[in-house]
């Protein structure tokens, strides 16, 4: 299958489009689209408002699908000035594979394959969205949506606008950081924020995307555009960090900006994880 979206015609091209019921194949409100903005990501609206969101393109797969691995697909995309082009082909020609995106709105992948009994059966791949840390913005802006207990944080350097109601988000602490000696915190395993504030440069690696976000006061975060081969490229934020989330494994490692003091501050507190053990998480702080 190939999708291609062409930059001079037109940035906002559905890719896919849900059933009006799950009997009824008229249109549905629900439609996959490719939303060239900032950097081209892709978006499961509900009319004009998003749903939730796929991300960009990571160099190997959407950003925010970690279960998209190439181990039954192999996955292509390009990006130039003229067109955004994605393909995939299946490795082996004998497995079946469908996507889809139903009435309610959900986002799967199914195969066609030969359980243990020898019956032939379509089996899930994966599925999105799977927990509420998957709908648009749910923690609003530079808030994290953590999956374990689905709760909000804000990112370091930042509280909650009017806590416990998240859809206001995060404010900063400190107002000015602005070449205050101020610097970067990693997050790791996450899904980056929404793209459409943010610039990419692909020629560039992760040390020189720190100096270019740490000498523009209006840049509030960076990651690398593609995490093969350790890293390449850029993608600096903007503005608003919006609809961040943990996952358990598979993200993507981001660096927010936080002010000089705040930087101090969480690089002395001592390292902590979880432990368990009886059936209960425990911090663990040394």
């Keep these: ?10 940035g906002n091209r559905s890719l896919l489009t849900a059933w009006k019921s799950a009997d009824d194949p008229g249109t549905g409100e629900y439609a996959v689209r490719l939303d060239m903005k900032g950097v081209p ?6 009319a004009s408002s998003p749903a939730w969101r796929f991300g960009p393109w990571n160099g190997v797969r959407w950003s925010g699908i970690p279960e998209m691995t190439p181990n039954i697909n192999s996955y292509n995309y390009y990006d130039n000035d003229e067109e955004v082009t994605m393909w995939y082909w299946t490795r082996d020609p004998s497995i079946y594979t469908v996507v889809m995106v139903n009435d309610s709105g959900a986002f799967s992948k199914i195969i066609w394959q030969q359980g243990n009994d020898g019956v032939m059966r379509w089996v899930g ?9 998957d709908r648009y913005g ?18 370091p350097g930042f509280k909650p606008k009017s806590s416990p109601e998240w859809s206001q988000g995060c404010w900063r602490n400190e107002t000015e950081v602005c070449r205050n000696g101020e610097g970067f915190l990693k997050l790791e395993n ?9 610039e990419m ?20 975060a960076y990651t690398s555009a593609n995490i093969t081969d350790g890293g390449m490229g850029c993608i600096a934020w903007y503005g608003e960090l919006i609809d961040m989330r943990e996952f358990t494994s598979g993200g993507q490692d981001i660096y927010i900006r936080v002010s000089a003091s705040d930087l101090g501050m969480f690089n002395s507190i001592p390292i902590c994880y979880e432990l368990l053990a009886f059936g209960e998480f425990f911090n663990i702080c040394g």
């Excluded at 299958?1 to 037109?10: A, L, P, Q, R, S």
């Excluded at 990501?41 to 509900?46: E, H, P, T």
């Excluded at 791949?125 to 840390?133: G, R």
């Design 1 to 10: 299958m190939k999708i291609v979206v062409d930059k001079k015609t037109g």
């Design 41 to 46: 990501q892709a978006i499961v609206y509900k």
């Design 125 to 133: 791949m994966w599925y999105f969205p799977n927990d509420d840390c």
């Design 138 to 155: 749910h923690c609003g802006a530079f808030g994290v949506c953590h999956p374990r207990e689905i709760d909000c944080r804000c990112v």
């Design 190 to 198: 996450m899904k980056i924020p929404n793209t459409e504030m943010a």
């Design 201 to 220: 440069n692909t020629a560039i690696g992760l040390k020189e995307c720190e100096e270019l976000c740490l000498n523009n006061c209006s840049c509030t």
